[in-house]
Nanobody
Framework: QVQLVESGGGLVQAGDSLRLSCAAS????????MGWFRQAPGKDREFVAA????????SYADSVKGRFTIARDNVKKTVYLQMNTLKPEDTAVYYC??????????????????WGQGTQVTVSS
């Protein structure tokens, strides 16, 4: 079992930066692929980024490439999402998630096994 708790969301202006954190519990955190997803009002939950257990392999949605960076610290059992040059269309609830396979690809949400409760990110224009 893995429990995830996100933090770091907030209200910012377009062009600003935010860093989200996701703290995990569970002894096998370091062997899982970690991902970030987001869900805007009235829209489906969508993939944002994923990172391999060792941190060497990452994957990003086209909409965030070059602006967002995913990273993890297996000692702290934490995964991060650094979000730069934020846009109003980045406004959503952001969720971190864990899956027990090793593929680092833009998977749909159903491929992930454990989820956090989400943190709100609002970007004003």
């Amino acid at each position: 079992q893995v429990q995830l708790v996100e933090s770091g969301g907030g209200l910012v202006q377009a062009g600003d930066s935010l860093r989200l954190s996701c703290a995990a519990s569970g002894r096998t955190f370091s062997t899982y692929v970690m991902g970030w997803f987001r869900q805007a009002p009235g829209k489906d939950r969508e993939f944002v980024a994923a990172i391999s257990w060792g941190g060497a392999t990452t994957s990003y949605a086209d909409s965030v490439k070059g602006r967002f960076t995913i990273a993890r610290d297996n000692v702290k059992k934490t995964v991060y999402l650094q979000m730069n040059t934020l846009k109003p269309e980045d406004t959503a609830v952001y969720y971190c998630a864990v899956k027990r396979s090793s593929a680092v690809v833009p998977d749909p949400p159903r491929r992930y096994d454990y989820w956090g409760q989400g943190t709100q990110v609002t970007v004003s224009s």
